[in-house]
């Protein structure tokens, strides 16, 4: 069965966000509230898997939260999605974010 599975989804890949024209701000409309939230209480980081278009990334390493606001389409599911209500999402700025008609 063909179509696009979410394991095979990676950002060093040709993604179905090539064909979404995104204008991104310099500034972010995306941010954590309490970066300690994500290091010492949120065990799962369930962000970096319910979006749909992986803006959010764990750094383990740096025992750090990433986001890269570029690849937000704007569905709104990471404030819903998080359990600890600790991501503060706005929409851009007029004229920034994702263009649906083209």
């Known amino acids: 069965m ?3 599975l979410i394991s095979n989804f990676s950002k060093d890949q040709k993604t179905p966000l090539d ?5 991104a701000d310099d500034t972010s409309h995306i941010q954590i509230k ?5 290091l010492e209480e ?4 369930p962000c970096t898997y319910y ?6 990334s764990w750094r ?3 025992n750090r939260i990433e986001i890269d606001y570029t690849r937000c389409v704007e569905c709104l599911a990471c404030p819903h999605g998080c359990p600890h ?3 503060a999402w706005s929409f ?4 920034y974010g994702v263009n649906y008609q083209n």
């Open 85 to 87: 209500n600790n991501i």
């Open 51 to 56: 979006c749909p278009t992986r803006v959010f």
């Open 92 to 95: 851009p700025q007029g004229g």
């Open 2 to 4: 063909g179509g696009f």
């Open 60 to 62: 383990g390493e740096e």
């Open 19 to 23: 064909s979404i024209p995104i204008k």
């Open 34 to 38: 309490n970066r300690e939230v994500c």
């Open 42 to 45: 949120c065990e799962n980081k």
